[in-house]
C-alpha cells in the first residue's frame, strides 16, 4: 500500500488520536509549572509584607525554571519563559525585558545541558545550579547598574543569589515528587 | 499545524531560543526609550491584578485577625483564671469589710457618736484667669449666686487645687496653692505631724516649718490639717518629693496646670464658733486674721 501522500503522513501516527480530556490533560500537565510560577509571581507581589518578598520571588522563579527546564522541556517552553519573564517585569519594578532575558539565559543553559546534566547527582546539579543562580543575580545587579549608570551596592545581589542556590533543594525535593506523581498517572 | 518537515520544525525550535533572547533584549532596549508605554503597560497588568490582589490582601488580613483573636482568648483564658482567684480574696475581703462596717456602725451608737455634716458642693467650670493680684490663681464660672463663698475650698478631681478668695454674682477667684501669697497647714500623713505648705509660684510648693525630728520623707502624703480652721483635716493635697537635700516640695495631686471643673466645697467651717471661755483671752479668730487683709485691701482698692 502505498503512503498517503497527504500531510498529514508528517504527523507522527503512533498513538491513537487523542480525546478532548485526554488533551486538557496533557495541557494542564504542560502548563503546570508555568502556572505555579505564575501564582508565585502575582503572590509575592501582593501588597502581604513577607519579610525578603523582593528576593525570594527571583529565586523561587530561577530555581523552578532551572529544574523544570533540564528535567521536564516540555512543561517549560522558551516562550513560556518569556512570556513569565514579561509578565515579572510588569508586575515587579525591574525594567522591562530585563527579567525576560535572564530567565530567558537560566532556562537555555538548563536545557542545552540538561543531558549532562541528568547524569550527575544531585550535589553536583544543585553546584551547577548555584554558578547559573550566582551569574543570573550578578547579571540582573550588572543590567541595574547600567540602566542607572552608577555602581550600586552588591550586598542585595548576593544576598538574592544565597537565597536562589538555598531556595533550590527544597523545591527540587517538591518538584520530584510532583513529576513521580505524574509520572505514576501517565503509565499506571 | 503549518506543514513542515521535522527537520526543520527541529531547526526552528532551535531557533526559538536565540529569538526570544533578542526579542526580550529589544524590549529592554525599547523600554528604556519609551518609559511612559512601559509604565502604562505595568499599570494596565496592575490594574488588572488588583482585585486578586485585594482578595489576597483580605485573606491575609482574615487570617490574622483570626490569628489575634487565638491568642487573645488563650489571653483571655488566663486573665479569667486570675479574674476568678482575685474575685474569690475580693469576696472574703468584701466580708470582712461589712463585717467592719457593722462594728464601726455599733461602735459609733454606742459612744453615741455625732456624725459629720456631709459638705454641700457646687461644680464649675474654670476659666483661664488674666487679671487679679496673684500670679496663679484661676476664675470659676460659679459665683455667690450659687453659693459659693470667701474661705470655701476648691478640689479638683483628685487633690486639693485652692481655695476661693474672692467672690461675685457668678464667677470666684481662687487661689491656687502654688501661688506665692498661698501659705497652708498641713499634716505630714505617715508621721501625723504639721508643716506649712508654701507657694513660691512654681509648680511645686515647699514644705515649711516642719519639726526637725519628724522630717518628711520622701513619697509621704501630704493632707490638709485643721490648724487654723481653715481647712478641715484629711484633704489630700500631694505627696512629699526632694528636689535637694533638705528642701522638701509637695507634689499636688491636682493638675493645677491645666484645670478645667472644680469642686468648691463649703464644709462650714466658718460655723464652728467655739463658745465664749470666761478668763479666756480672745485670739483673733483664725479664720479672720487670714481673710482680713484681704478685704481691707479690696476695700482700700
Redesign the interface.
Known amino acids: 500500500m502505498m503512503p498517503d501522500p497527504s500531510?498529514s503522513a508528517?504527523?507522527p501516527e503512533i498513538r491513537p488520536r487523542q480525546t478532548v480530556w485526554q488533551r486538557l490533560d496533557h495541557g494542564a500537565r504542560r502548563l503546570l509549572p508555568s502556572i505555579f510560577i505564575a501564582l508565585i509571581i502575582?503572590?509575592f507581589?501582593?501588597?502581604?509584607n513577607i519579610p525578603g518578598a523582593a528576593e525570594l520571588l527571583p529565586a523561587i522563579v530561577i530555581a523552578t525554571i532551572f529544574f523544570w527546564s533540564f528535567w521536564r522541556p516540555t512543561g517549560m517552553?522558551?516562550?513560556a519563559?518569556?512570556l513569565l519573564?514579561?509578565?515579572m517585569d510588569?508586575?515587579g519594578f525591574t525594567?522591562?525585558?530585563?527579567s525576560?532575558?535572564i530567565l530567558?539565559?537560566v532556562?537555555?543553559v538548563a536545557?542545552y545541558s540538561r543531558f549532562g546534566l541528568m547524569r550527575l547527582n544531585f550535589l553536583l546539579v544543585w553546584g551547577v545550579f548555584a554558578l547559573v543562580a550566582a551569574g543570573a543575580c550578578l547579571l540582573q545587579w550588572g543590567?541595574a547598574c547600567l540602566?542607572r549608570l552608577a555602581v550600586l551596592d552588591i550586598a542585595p545581589a548576593l544576598f538574592e543569589a544565597l537565597l536562589t542556590i538555598g531556595v533550590y533543594p527544597p523545591l527540587s525535593a517538591l518538584f520530584s515528587w510532583v513529576l513521580n506523581k505524574l509520572d505514576e498517572k501517565e503509565d499506571p | 499545524?503549518i506543514?513542515v518537515?521535522?527537520q526543520m520544525r527541529q531547526a526552528l525550535g532551535k531557533l526559538?531560543?536565540p529569538l526570544?533572547?533578542l526579542?526580550?533584549?529589544?524590549?529592554?532596549?525599547?523600554?528604556?526609550a519609551d518609559r511612559k508605554l512601559?509604565d502604562k503597560?505595568?499599570m494596565t497588568?496592575?490594574d488588572g491584578?488588583a482585585p486578586?490582589?485585594g482578595l489576597?490582601?483580605s485573606a491575609?488580613h482574615r487570617v490574622q485577625a483570626i490569628n489575634t483573636n487565638l491568642r487573645e482568648a488563650g489571653r483571655m483564658a488566663s486573665e479569667n483564671a486570675r479574674l476568678q482567684t482575685e474575685n474569690e480574696n475580693l469576696r472574703r475581703w468584701y466580708d470582712v469589710a461589712v463585717s467592719l462596717t457593722r462594728e464601726n456602725d455599733a461602735l459609733k451608737t454606742a459612744l453615741h457618736w455625732i456624725p459629720e455634716p456631709t459638705p454641700a458642693f457646687v461644680t464649675g467650670r474654670v476659666v483661664a484667669d488674666s487679671g487679679g493680684i496673684y500670679a496663679r490663681a484661676v476664675l470659676l464660672v460659679a459665683g455667690t449666686d450659687s453659693g459659693v463663698h470667701v474661705g470655701n475650698v476648691a478640689l479638683a478631681a483628685n487633690g486639693l487645687a485652692g481655695r476661693v478668695t474672692e467672690t461675685g454674682a457668678r464667677s470666684a477667684r481662687i487661689l491656687l496653692i502654688t501661688d506665692i501669697a498661698s501659705r497652708l497647714p498641713v499634716m505630714l500623713d505617715a508621721s501625723h505631724a504639721t508643716a506649712i505648705m508654701g507657694g513660691d509660684n512654681t509648680p511645686l510648693p515647699r514644705l515649711m516649718y516642719y519639726a526637725q525630728d519628724t522630717r518628711p520623707i520622701e513619697g509621704e502624703r501630704v493632707v490638709t490639717s485643721d490648724q487654723a480652721g481653715a481647712f478641715p483635716a484629711g484633704l489630700p493635697i500631694g505627696t512629699v518629693h526632694y528636689l535637694h537635700p533638705g528642701q522638701p516640695v509637695v507634689v499636688p495631686f491636682a493638675q493645677l496646670d491645666h484645670l478645667s471643673l472644680l469642686r468648691v466645697f463649703d464644709f462650714g467651717q466658718a460655723l464652728i464658733d467655739p463658745p465664749d471661755a470666761p478668763g479666756h483671752v480672745p485670739l483673733a479668730h483664725p479664720r479672720k486674721t487670714l481673710t482680713l487683709p484681704l478685704k481691707t485691701l479690696l476695700g482700700q482698692g
Open positions: 500531510m508528517w504527523e502575582v503572590f507581589s501582593a501588597p502581604l517552553s522558551g516562550v519563559v518569556f519573564g514579561l509578565f510588569l508586575v525594567p522591562l525585558g530585563v525576560a532575558f530567558l539565559l532556562h537555555g536545557f543590567l540602566f | 499545524m506543514p518537515s521535522i526559538v531560543l526570544l533572547v526579542l526580550s533584549i529589544g524590549i529592554i532596549i525599547a523600554g528604556q512601559a503597560a505595568r497588568v496592575a491584578l486578586l490582589w489576597m490582601a491575609q
